[in-house]
Nanobody, 114 residues
Framework: VQLQASGGGLVQAGGSLRLSCSIP????????MDWHRRVPGKQRELVAH???????SYGDFVKGRFAASRDAALNTIYLQMNSLEPEDTADYYC?????????WGRGTEVTVSS
């Protein structure tokens, strides 16, 4: 099963987008749930990290602009992105690790125009 992130699109600098990723499992048993991004030709970056203990951490480049969250009832995770900058242009995708499976999602493209 491959996940599909959604919610990407074209937005002007300073704008906002909300990404989502639905998981076909009970996320309450996930070991971690992460958002990553990749710019073509560059290394993948960890955007947000949500381990099982409920904490959330972000890549240094986020600088308080993004907020990751989870909805256990819907088995969905979200990434609210505000104050977007052209440097945030990338493919964004989710990764959910269970003890018995590691799901990677198809990316959703985010393009931020200046």
């Amino acid at each position: 099963v491959q996940l599909q992130a959604s919610g990407g699109g074209l937005v002007q600098a300073g704008g906002s987008l909300r990404l989502s990723c639905s998981i076909p499992e009970d996320i309450s048993s996930a070991n971690r749930m992460d958002w990553h991004r990749r710019v073509p030709g560059k290394q993948r970056e960890l955007v947000a990290h949500m381990p099982r203990d409920g904490t959330i951490s972000y890549g240094d480049f986020v600088k308080g602009r993004f907020a990751a969250s989870r909805d256990a009832a819907l088995n969905t995770i979200y990434l609210q992105m505000n104050s977007l900058e052209p440097e945030d242009t990338a493919d964004y995708y989710c990764n959910i690790l269970f003890s018995y499976n590691n799901y990677w999602g198809r990316g959703t493209e985010v393009t931020v125009s200046s």
